[in-house]
C-alpha cells in the first residue's frame, strides 16, 4: 500500500476498509502513520484477536444472527408459513437440512450446501426474503427450485479467493497447531452456538498446518496514529462481533465510533444507503475531515418487509451460492 501511495506521488492518503479491510487499514495506519490522512473502518474486526480467537468471535455472532433471522420469519409468518415462533421455524430449517442430508436437491444441495446458503445469507438482511421463501417452498410445497436456483459451483475466481483468503490469514499470525485445542474449542460451543462451528473450523483449518506465518501480529495503534472513524453494528454483526470494534476503538487512540443500534448487517457505511446518519458522519469525515466530538449513536435501518411476490422475485433472481463458507474475518 504504501510503494502504492508512492507511486501515485501522494504524501498522504485516504482509506475506507470493510471487515478484514479494517484491519488492514489499522496497520498501515500504525506502521506508517505520517502517510493516513483520513480513514474510515467500518465493521471492524477485533485487532487484539488475530485470527484463531475472532474466528471462535464470529461463531457466536453468527448464531446469534440466525437467531434472529428465525425469528424475523416467524414475525412474517403470513408470507412464509414456517411457524409463528423462533421455535418453529428452527424446527423446520433443521428439518429441512435433515432431509437434504438424506436426498439432496437436484443431487447437489445437501446439508453442507443448504449451511452455506444460511451463514452466507446472515451478513445483510437484504437476502432474507429469498432464503426465506426457499425454505418455505421446500417445506411446504416439497418444491426445491428455490434453494436450488441460488446454488453454484465456484468457479476459479471463487477457487482463487479462498487460496488468498488462506494465504493471507494464515501468514498474518501462527495459529494453534495442536488439534486437539481446536476439536475441543468447536466441541464447548457447539453445544450453545452450533450454527457456524464446524464450518469455520474447516475452513481455516488448513492453518493448523501452515508452516509459516508471523511470529507476533502487529500490535495496532500507538499515540501517533491519525484520528480515524470507526462504524459498526450493536447488538452484532456477524463476521466482525461489536467487541472487536471497541477493541479497535480503544487501540486507535484519538478516533470517534459510530454505532448503529438494531442493526445485524455487515457494512453499514454506502451499504446502508437509505441511512443518512451514517452517510451523513462518514461524508463529512471524508470531504472535510470534520469528526465527531465524541462518539455517536446511528439507529439502523429496519429489517425488510417481505411480500410473497418480492421473495419469490427475489429467490429467482439470487445469485449463485458460494461454495466458500462465509464465517470468515475477511
Known amino acids: 500500500m504504501d510503494v502504492i501511495r508512492a507511486a501515485l506521488g ?6 475506507l476498509g470493510y471487515s478484514y479491510g479494517t484491519y488492514l487499514g489499522s496497520v498501515y495506519a500504525t506502521l506508517f502513520p505520517t502517510h493516513a490522512r483520513r480513514f474510515i473502518l467500518d465493521s471492524n474486526v477485533d485487532p487484539t484477536g488475530v485470527w484463531y480467537d475472532d474466528n471462535l468471535g464470529q461463531n457466536v455472532a ?16 403470513a408470507v412464509f408459513h414456517l411457524g409463528t415462533t423462533e421455535a418453529k ?12 442430508k438424506k436426498n439432496p436437491a437436484g ?22 426474503p429469498a432464503l426465506a421463501q426457499a425454505v418455505s417452498d421446500y417445506v411446504n410445497k416439497h418444491d426445491d427450485a428455490g434453494i436450488l436456483a441460488q446454488y453454484g ?18 501468514n498474518d499470525q501462527v495459529w494453534p497447531h495442536n488439534l486437539q485445542k481446536w476439536y475441543g474449542d ?19 483449518m488448513p492453518c493448523a498446518f501452515w508452516p509459516y506465518g508471523a511470529r507476533q501480529a502487529t ?5 501517533n496514529v491519525p484520528n480515524t472513524s470507526s462504524c459498526s453494528t450493536r447488538p452484532v454483526t456477524p463476521a466482525t462481533p461489536y467487541d472487536g470494534a471497541l477493541n479497535m476503538h480503544k487501540a486507535l487512540r484519538g478516533s470517534k465510533l459510530v454505532t448503529v443500534t438494531g442493526q445485524f448487517n455487515h457494512g453499514q457505511y454506502l451499504y446502508q444507503s437509505k441511512n443518512t446518519c451514517t452517510l451523513g458522519y462518514g ?19 429496519p429489517h425488510p418487509t417481505p411480500t410473497a411476490a418480492a421473495a419469490k422475485s427475489q429467490a429467482k433472481a439470487a445469485p449463485g451460492l458460494s461454495n466458500d463458507l462465509p464465517g470468515r474475518a475477511f
Open 89 to 100: 421455524v428452527s424446527k423446520a430449517w433443521y428439518g429441512m437440512r435433515a432431509a437434504l
Open 219 to 223: 500490535r495496532v495503534g500507538s499515540t
Open 186 to 204: 468447536a466441541a464447548k460451543q457447539y453445544q450453545k452456538y452450533p450454527f457456524l462451528v464446524y464450518g469455520n473450523l474447516w475452513f481455516n
Open 62 to 77: 453468527f448464531d446469534k444472527s440466525f437467531h434472529e433471522f428465525l425469528r424475523w420469519i416467524a414475525s412474517n409468518d
Open 153 to 170: 459451483p465456484t468457479d476459479l475466481a471463487g477457487e482463487n479467493g479462498n487460496t488468498i483468503y488462506t494465504v493471507v490469514s494464515c
Open 10 to 15: 501522494e504524501q498522504k492518503i485516504n482509506y
Open 283 to 301: 461524508n463529512d469525515y471524508l470531504l472535510t475531515g470534520k469528526l465527531p466530538k465524541t462518539d455517536v449513536t446511528c439507529v439502523g435501518d
Open 107 to 128: 443431487g447437489v444441495v445437501g446439508a453442507a450446501e443448504f449451511d452455506n446458503a444460511g451463514s452466507g445469507d446472515m451478513y445483510s438482511d437484504s437476502t432474507w
